[in-house]
């Protein structure tokens, strides 16, 4: 988000309003193209930030279209206009695709509407299409309003006071198709509704020994196809920009009769509805289906998902990155110039930035002429490395090499669980399995934690093995937050008995415990003289050394989905406030993010100290609003955030001080937050950072084969990590003065930069600090970008 401070800060918004000030200036917002779930946070955070900031905020209903017609069509926004639209699905402002605005006939009347207003800021939400045609717009602005003036429509006073249109994109696309964001608005909670029909299709699947052909949305660009290929451990994908191989009808019908062989119950082939061959000729879902039913005879059943994907509520992700965007739209829009050009606000890693408009569209472009052009391997890069990373994942777990085929390494590698249970430590095991197997290791599994592991609690471990592991929630390995300390002798004794080479831990904070505690103890014990890594896995979010962890996003979406049906059941009584609990440890991770997502009044965490006259002060603030037309109030509190405001105590006091204007309710959360299946993104994540970790495991044991190697630097155990938007291995030891002991989190959390955003949606007087915000930058050559989780994993 540019650089946003917590609410402690020195920097306060009135140093900035100088320059920031939106009085007297007017923000159109429009959303078009085809709608996307989270647009509606997008409009409802340009439109706070926006009056937030002094300025004047028109909604413009349908689109070009509605700009074009004017009249009812662009209405003034209040803060209450976007009241209880952040869970809703689509665009309440509507989207409609507007031939008449690619005339300049259609854009002299959009002029002539929004000049009349005095609207010269406008905010677009859309795909490609509908931002490119925001620029030509642009670049038109001043001869429109001299043909205007000409026309007689418009006096010369206003074409001198209006001269320049600042326009600012956001992507808002279920393909994620465009270049220079990680993500585009829409992507993740399409990625939803798809896994959730795979996870169903899987039960009666395996139900009947069927195969299913799964058509998903993706006319140019194979993203969903990819990565939901990728969370459900699909046997085969199509992809527009990666055709399969000349002969693949007989390639896939092996593939599938193998798993049948092996007992597999289940087939799912995933199709992009884009997807071609390499003469650049469509592979439809049918002729899929006509092939593996001749060839094989096997029962097959084709689902097309279509505007399926579209629907639903936006995921939590989706919530906090439209707002994010949005918040950094308004203020990219204040501090252009007419010199500033169109630009984009994108995601890179966990930062929000702008980029020059064009180039990004031109580099979209290029990825449609590489495909034309049959310049496949061109069109996979120009995607980004997110993306190229994906594809190469995808192949090395959904194809087995031959055995004859795989150089043997002749180490042992274990995988141990330890913590509590996140989603998406299964889809990381599976991946860390499959990867050790191909990389010509054996794998072993410790089963039950350091407990087990002292216990001797270790099986050797298969690729069949760990089929359909994607989607299991919880452990299946079984975890525990016990440390290795007191078992250190039975521990070195399993690895000796086994011959373990190398050791790859998933979990939160007791893994990275466990880790220094092995590390510690390696001048004793020379079997932990070996390559260990952790993959940190829980729901807290409060590993050192990574701004993520696998099983965050599902807890996060796990409180969304709960808040928001919590405030649905307040709907037609009086005026109510919640009060809801989340884990986290002390960490405010899940508080502070739920709260974003769910669009919470106020949200209690350990890392922001608070007292008797800050809840006071919540409480009168939500007073003030409950007199309004607001109907229902949201406060989250994290659970250790402070020892003597409890829940209970916070209950009872909203409760007395809220008396005859509002009742309250309590809810604490509890384990439901660990459980449930994993989010897309958790097993994508879980997946890819796994992987990673083989990888390094790989290297590190080849540096050492032959010549008995014994690893004692504190490069041979780390906690692997994502830092920005890249992969990081960093040694345990060096994570030690990042880390607060007592309270089991790291001294810097990125996601505290966040606080503010959510306190000015919810009408508050927050400190914003922009000094640091994404500057517009010359876009560069994206190798290293493009499209992904938040960060190029």
Not at 508 to 529: I, K, M, P, S
Request: aromatic letters at 6%.
């Amino acid at each position: 988000m540019g650089d946003v401070t917590s609410e402690s800060s020195s920097s306060s918004l009135g140093k900035y309003l100088e320059h920031l000030s939106g009085a007297g200036r007017a923000i159109g917002v429009l959303t078009s193209g085809g709608d996307a779930q989270g647009m509606n946070a997008a409009v409802r955070a340009v439109v706070r930030m926006g009056i937030y900031v002094g300025a004047k905020v028109y909604f413009i209903y349908e689109g070009y279209q509605g700009m074009v017609d004017g009249g009812s069509n662009i209405q003034e926004a209040d803060w209450e206009s976007v009241s209880s639209i952040l869970q809703v699905g689509g665009t309440i402002i509507g989207s409609a695709r507007c031939q008449v605005f690619r005339t300049r006939e259609g854009r002299l009347k959009a002029a002539c509407n929004l000049v009349r207003l005095g609207i010269t800021n406008l905010c677009v939400i859309g795909g490609d299409g509908s931002l490119t045609g925001a620029n030509l717009f642009r670049k038109e602005w001043s001869g429109l309003l001299e043909e205007l003036a000409e026309n007689g429509e418009i006096d010369n006073e206003a074409v001198q006071k209006y001269a320049h249109l600042n326009v600012v994109g956001m992507v808002g696309s279920i393909d994620n198709d465009f270049c220079g964001t990680d993500m585009t608005i829409g992507t993740d909670s399409a990625l939803h509704r798809i896994i959730e029909v795979v996870d169903a299709i899987m039960t009666t699947a395996q139900s009947h020994q069927r195969t299913f052909v799964l058509e998903v949305m993706g006319r140019h660009c194979g993203y969903l196809a990819l990565v939901s290929a990728l969370a459900c451990g699909a046997d085969w994908v199509f992809l527009p920009e990666s055709p399969p191989e000349e002969g693949w009808e007989e390639s896939m019908c092996v593939k599938l009769s193998e798993n049948r062989a092996r007992k597999k119950r289940l087939n799912i082939i995933i199709v992009a509805e884009g997807a071609i061959d390499r003469q650049n000729k469509p592979i439809s879902s049918e002729t899929i289906k006509d092939l593996v039913v001749k060839q094989l005879g096997y029962d097959t059943r084709v689902t097309i998902l279509g505007h399926v994907q579209r629907g639903g509520t936006p995921s939590a992700f989706d919530r906090i990155l439209a707002s994010r965007m949005g918040v950094e739209a308004v203020i990219a829009l204040l501090e252009a110039t007419p010199d500033t050009p169109a630009c984009v606000v994108s995601l890179s890693g966990n930062q929000a930035v702008r980029l020059p408009l064009v180039e990004c569209v031109q580099m979209t472009q290029d990825v449609q002429k590489a495909m034309d052009e049959r310049r496949f391997k061109d069109a996979v890069q120009l995607r980004g490395r997110s993306f190229e990373g994906n594809l190469k994942t995808y192949k090395r777990l959904a194809i087995k090499l031959p055995d004859d085929q795989i150089t043997k390494s002749n180490c042992n590698v274990a995988i141990i669980n330890v913590g509590a249970p996140a989603a998406g430590m299964n889809a990381a095991v599976r991946s860390a399995v499959r990867v050790g197997i191909s990389d010509g290791h054996k794998m072993f599994a410790i089963y039950d934690g350091f407990d087990g592991f002292a216990k001797g609690q270790i099986k050797k471990i298969g690729w069949s093995d760990v089929g359909g592991w994607t989607g299991q929630g919880g452990s299946i390995l079984g975890t525990k937050r016990i440390l290795p300390g007191k078992y250190l002798e039975q521990i070195a004794k399993q690895m000796k008995n086994h011959n373990i080479n190398a050791l790859l831990v998933i979990g939160g904070f007791e893994a990275y415990l466990g880790l220094l505690e092995l590390a510690a103890a390696r001048e004793h014990y020379e079997e932990f003289c070996v390559p260990m890594v952790m993959v940190p896995a829980t729901v807290s979010n409060n590993v050192p050394g990574s701004d993520f962890s696998i099983g965050a996003d599902t807890a996060l979406n796990t409180i969304t989905d709960t808040c928001d049906r919590i405030k649905q059941s307040a709907s037609g009584t009086k005026r109510r406030v919640f009060i809801i609990e989340t884990m986290g440890g002390f960490c405010g991770y899940l508080a502070n993010m739920g709260g974003l997502a769910a669009g919470a009044d106020a949200a209690y965490i350990y890392e922001e100290p608070f007292d008797i006259r800050d809840l006071q002060s919540n409480v009168e603030h939500l007073t003030e609003k409950m007199k309004t037309t607001i109907q229902r109030g949201l406060v989250l509190r994290n659970e250790s955030c402070n020892v003597n405001y409890t829940t209970d105590f916070i209950y009872q006091l909203y409760s007395e001080e809220g008396k005859g204007v509002f009742d309250c309710r309590k809810n604490v959360l509890g384990h439901m937050q660990q459980g449930g299946s994993p989010s897309p993104f958790d097993r994508n994540f879980g997946t890819k950072i796994s992987a990673r970790a083989m990888e390094w495991i790989t290297v590190k044991l080849k540096e050492s084969a032959g010549k008995g190697k014994k690893f004692t630097s504190d490069d041979s155990i780390c906690v692997l990590g994502i830092c920005k938007r890249n992969l990081v291995f960093q040694p345990v030891a060096e994570l030690r003065q990042k880390t607060d002991f007592e309270h089991r989190i790291p001294k810097e959390q990125w996601w505290l930069k966040l606080r503010p955003v959510m306190k000015i949606l919810a009408k508050y007087e927050a400190s914003y600090d922009v000094s640091d915000s994404g500057k517009l930058e010359p876009l560069r050559p994206r190798s290293g970008h493009g499209h992904g989780e938040p960060a190029a994993i």
